[in-house]
């Protein structure tokens, strides 16, 4: 019991949308993307995203797609987005930290609330719809963080350059070509930074307890799991994090490295994350 009361405290955000497509961000680090239309109540992880200080949850919606790739030209009836940002203490008892609720029409907006519950403010703020159909709503709180300062925080602002996308091209295809080796030696060492963070940020014994945490390397061992060819047709550099972090995406934000599970006729889509250190060097994060 001591242990469970002693634990790190866990940071989420719930999301309740329907018929409308989505990204939702925490201090602009991704947490959920979703473009197709359908219905979705679910909780993701965000506490490796939650900054000491003032940090921003931000609602963009847009008009869906079509599993054809087709885009909607308007909302449907009772379309709507709700997203709350919280705090749960190790006792499982959570706390609300700020939320933003869009709802939508044909017409275009029918109303926008946002609460702040630490400071007890509410808003309505006035938007309008874009081009593209597009709504961005962000709400700021303040948090004292448990969480260490995080190393990418420092790191250099990212260029959205050729020699940027080709420089970090290249570190998918080192993690690539260890994975379908199963060279535990190189995963270890390229996810070394992200365990020792994870081993600080929760009081555990080291880096070899943060490798033990974030389960390094387990999909390669995975009987159930095959590696994918490098999937690299129409991918971009997307830079995140105010600047700071990028990624490899294509259009539908699918990253070079996947894993099919044959059996079940499933994907399994890698979300890789790095920052760009001092030495203009590519450190994996996520």
């Known amino acids: 019991m001591s242990n469970l009361l002693n634990a790190?405290?866990?940071?989420?955000?719930?999301?309740?949308?329907?018929?409308?497509a989505v990204d939702i961000r925490v201090n602009d680090v991704p947490v959920y993307f979703d473009e197709l239309r359908g219905q979705t109540t679910v909780e993701v992880p965000a506490p490796d995203s939650i900054f000491d200080g003032n940090n921003s949850l931000s609602v963009s919606t847009s008009f869906t797609k079509?599993?054809?790739?087709?885009?909607?030209?308007?909302?449907?009836?009772?379309?709507?987005?709700?997203?709350?940002?919280?705090?749960?203490?190790?006792?499982?008892?959570k706390q609300n930290l700020t939320s933003i609720l869009i709802k939508l029409t044909t017409d275009g907006i029918d109303s926008i609330e946002t609460e702040n519950f630490i400071t007890g403010t509410k808003s309505n703020p006035k938007l309008e719809i874009s081009a593209r159909g597009r709504v961005l709503v962000k709400e700021e709180?303040?948090?004292?963080?448990?969480?260490?300062?995080?190393?990418w925080q420092d790191g250099k602002t990212i260029e959205n350059s050729d020699d940027n996308?080709?420089?970090?091209?290249?570190?998918?295809?080192?993690?690539?070509?260890?994975?379908?080796?199963?060279?535990?030696k190189t995963i270890f060492d390229l996810y070394s930074a992200r365990?020792?963070?994870?081993?600080?940020?929760?009081?555990?014994?080291?880096?070899?307890?943060?490798?033990k945490k974030i389960s390094t390397g387990m999909d390669m061992v995975d009987d159930k799991l095959k590696l994918f060819k490098l999937f690299t047709d129409n991918m971009r550099l997307d830079?995140?994090?105010?600047?700071?972090?990028?990624?490899?995406v294509d259009n539908e934000f699918t990253q070079p490295i996947l894993f099919t599970?044959?059996?079940?006729r499933l994907f399994h889509f890698h979300?890789?994350?790095?920052?760009?250190?001092?030495?203009?060097?590519?450190?994996?994060?996520?």
Request: hydrophobic share 40%; charged share 25%; net charge neutral.
């Open 8 to 20: 790190a405290p866990y940071f989420g955000v719930d999301i309740d949308l329907h018929n409308v």
């Open 66 to 93: 079509d599993f054809e790739g087709v885009v909607r030209s308007d909302f449907e009836p009772g379309a709507y987005v709700s997203a709350v940002l919280f705090r749960q203490d190790g006792k499982g008892s």
């Open 141 to 151: 709180v303040e948090i004292k963080s448990p969480f260490p300062r995080w190393v």
């Open 165 to 184: 996308f080709n420089s970090l091209m290249a570190q998918y295809e080192k993690i690539h070509k260890a994975l379908q080796n199963q060279d535990k």
């Open 195 to 211: 365990a020792k963070e994870v081993a600080v940020a929760y009081s555990l014994g080291g880096e070899t307890e943060g490798h």
């Open 239 to 248: 830079i995140v994090g105010n600047g700071k972090l990028a990624r490899i």
């Open 261 to 264: 599970e044959p059996a079940a």
């Open 271 to 286: 979300k890789f994350m790095f920052y760009l250190n001092k030495d203009n060097q590519w450190v994996m994060i996520r």
